[in-house]
């Protein structure tokens, strides 16, 4: 489905992954006696942790370049050596490297390895220039490296392994791809993106409110941005239902027991608020809706006949984010998701995820986002204690997922531990209009465990209890961090039926204003948002209000228009201005908006 | 607008009243050293709370109503005598009536009376039978009061003033009506209430869920009560479209500091769940919707020329009630209200309170609520210190409230000490198909404080800064417990528009399913809910079904119906049967629900 790039993404992975190993070469080169620990790809390059002796700013980036450059002209190859856990740890002790020994006591005592791979670079004359713990994945030479592909980005401060206690590390960010030009209209899309950052529009656009005294990462939506979002419920509930969901409604809060029982209080704990303590019980401001809808479908019998059972909500929850960590619409601590868990027998599963999927590519098709990756995210063996559940439940979550993915012929990648704790899933990544990814809907995740936790059943053909099956979905995600997403993805300049405001009326001078005011009736008597731009300001200043406030269209009403019963379009986005009869105009803009059309069909072409 | 009683209001709380009087010298006639304390009217007769030397129970219902009908026949007479509080106080030491000299001695100190009403009874001999403190507002004689129209209800603990850590008294409820007819059409009402029971009904038919686990005082709303919420927020949200609201999203905490700021946090602390304590600072889980909406008012400048703005929100707020006060729908801890806060200069005051008023009857007429009372809810002067803003702003609110209320030409009672801390307002109250009295609606309520705690302003047409006016309001109130209400007053047999399966397809043998699939098709694609009830249950069965689903029309079609392309309906209120053409059902059908009819227009007459 990626089209992202002309290379397959294993080769772009490789020349990531293999730039690392450069940047790293090239950081001890430069500073010897660093300390190296980890450098993974990432979705515009890569980057790597060090621990500097003295630290490092951005005017050091021209000289890491040049090194790096400089080891890339070397058409350094790979070679790789297995030694025993015991001969690798004593090589890292003797270079002075203790996280690349840390992380081999890890591996011994998680994974049980008896063999570790090191990847040592070879040099022009054979020399062994450099070598790093690494399980591969990597160019054949670094010539296959384009030299004017790569850029270092920016540096970050980061705990070893994530975790505040411990060493904090510079990383290093660097942005690699394929090809120059490629390189060239990532940062094109970059200043573009921030350009149309969804906290400068959102603000000007009058969109959504962040207030210090309401609190950090809990954004409201204002009148304007709620309009975006009852057109994004209404059509989503549409659909649901069309397609023979149905809905609930549950409070925002449950006792901890319940928490308990769902295991979110031992393996989703660092992510809740802190409790409630109330007279009867300890409460829990709900991190995720599934509980409380396992207890809605417990609430009555179900037959075989029955299922699936997909129960959807509007499912407002919190999740206790750092406070440092929250902003805008992205990054909060509160947010609604699209959500529901459907309940099924064993032989519906793939049938379900077909119409999950199928209703997501819906959705992101008609707004636009055409680029998608799939990710089955499976558990990490290695950390089998993060996850609830029999092994036996995973292994058959997994293939089963795995299994209809591929009878539906669907390109996608693995993704080692990014399993949620209680079972795997299939995440959607899409591109926005910069070329960005959003990890956007989870659709869907399989989960044995839940419904055993709440011991879920129903009744067979043969009269006997059995276990539903339940996949938790999201198409949007949370429709705040959504709609922070569209606002870039559109620029602000949202499809007529998702724009606030969809309409402005400019009479030319104060004559014209009976007939603007009847047109205006007249849209809105179809439901139109119209605002009115009184003459009191010059037609100029008003059309440039209207492109500010990102009005699709804006119509202008003069004598000429008066006489021909017609109006003036001035469509904002392709800043072309037609005349069209008034009734021409209404039922073309109202049908789009009905259609949910991406672009407006008025004034494409002068 | 009040047509429940051929008496004006006030005969009936006279009536109401005096009967009081009666009950508590019959209690002192039976028990002499019994303590007499206060006994109100209230809604469908009166109470009186007693410390009873020893415990009295039901087995003394009937002495007490034998001598209260004795008392009664005696044509007793009322005399006021107004005493010093120090004589009164006096006169009630002498006869051993403690609660009596405490209320004497908080009239001294909280309202500085120099004289205090005392009402003597007077017997056939002109002996001075029962003497109780009082303002008054009785019969003129016992002889109005027709023997055969109280009764007595029930027995209740009660704390002396509402405060646990005061004495425990005995609280009799007596009904009482103008008439026998009436009195008898209470208990008529109250029995079939029962049979009623939302609690019961809502089982029944799957509406909502009551989990343990979950939380008290914490329902859920399950798929088919889910129906009649979104059906009622649709309705209203056009409804607010319509009239010039606007909407916005806010989350369900807050910042301990924005209650401080409201006042909430000093003026409604008790209902309030106990602090979240985050990193960054302390949050409130919301119990009220106002100071986020503020805060979205606060976001952007207002002009005299934007006002009114009105923000409506679906809000979900907790409030923290007693673990042992809880249960339903109607006694919740956790509620959505359909919330609106409307900004507005002096001069748009009145119309809004017209729009408001308009709304709120439109609302509770189309679901057949045609019995209103209207209560002016003023604050009460002796509690001054439980209201925050200056005497000056109350005046202004209570005085203008009323005088848009007279302008109206509406009906309505004066509340003393009903209004809220912030400020007066006037309450809706409607009487259901059982005559019992709900307050649903807040509409509107005034508020000049909050504007000004959070210095909220707008630019009038001389560019100064003013500050709005604004104004609460509800009108279903919370929507959990609005449901509640409508499953009890509509005995579980919704409108079709509100019912969670409108139409139930019954084909009298297995030959006419297919024909039965193409009706349900046919009217699935009109979104119309549909369930099949398959031939395996015999017809009888399967209509029995459909009466207890409380599913309007049955639809039955057999080798008749297929042959004449018709249907036969099954009205399950009327309980009549018609035949008529499939295109005149769906049609009718369909049009009955876009207009919200109360009634079904099928089956009315066979």
Known sequence: MSKSSEREP????KLRHSLAHVLAQAALKLWPGTKITIGPPIDYGCYYDFLFQKPISEDDFPAIEKEMTKIIHQAQTFRCDDLTPTDAKKFW??????????????????????SVSHYANIGPKGEETFV??????????????????????????AYWRGDEKREQLTRIYVAAFPTKAELDQYFKNREEAAKYDHRVLGREMHLFVLSEIVGLGLPMLAPKGAIIRQELENWIREELKRRGYSFA?????GRADLYKKSGHLDFFRENIFPLLEADDSAYV????????????YRSEPHSYRDLPVRIAEFGTVYRYEKSGQVGGLTRVRGFTQDDAHIFMRPDQMQQEIEGILDLSFHIYRTLGFNDFTLRLSLHDPAKREQYVGSDENWRMAEETLRKALDAMKLPYVDGVGEAAFYGPKVDLIVRDAFSRE???????QVDYNMPARFDLHYIDEHGEKKQPIMMHRAIFGSFERFIG???EHFKGLFPLWLAPVQVAILPVAEVHEVYAHDLEARLKREGVRVVFLYHTESLGKRIREGETWKIPYLLVMGDKEIAEHSVTVRNVKTKKQVVVPVEEFVSTMTQDIRDRKLEASIGIST
């Not at 790093?132 to 401060?157: N, Q, T, W, Y």
């Not at 409604?249 to 809060?253: K, M, S």
């Not at 401001?285 to 809605?296: F, Y």
């Open 10 to 13: 294993n080769d772009l992975h």
């Open 93 to 114: 002790k003797n270079r002075h490297q203790p996280f690349k020994v840390e992380l081999i006591e890890d591996l011994e005592k998680n994974e049980g390895v008896t």
């Open 132 to 157: 790093d713990l690494c399980r591969g994945g990597h160019v054949e030479s670094f010539k296959e490296i384009p030299v004017d592909c790569f850029k270092i980005m920016s540096i970050a401060g």
């Open 249 to 253: 409604y549950t409070p925002n809060i």
């Open 285 to 296: 401001l709900k991190p995720m809706n599934c509980p409380h809808h396992m207890e809605v």
């Open 438 to 444: 959003w990890q956007l809907g989870t659709i869907p």
């Open 485 to 487: 997403v569209l606002i």
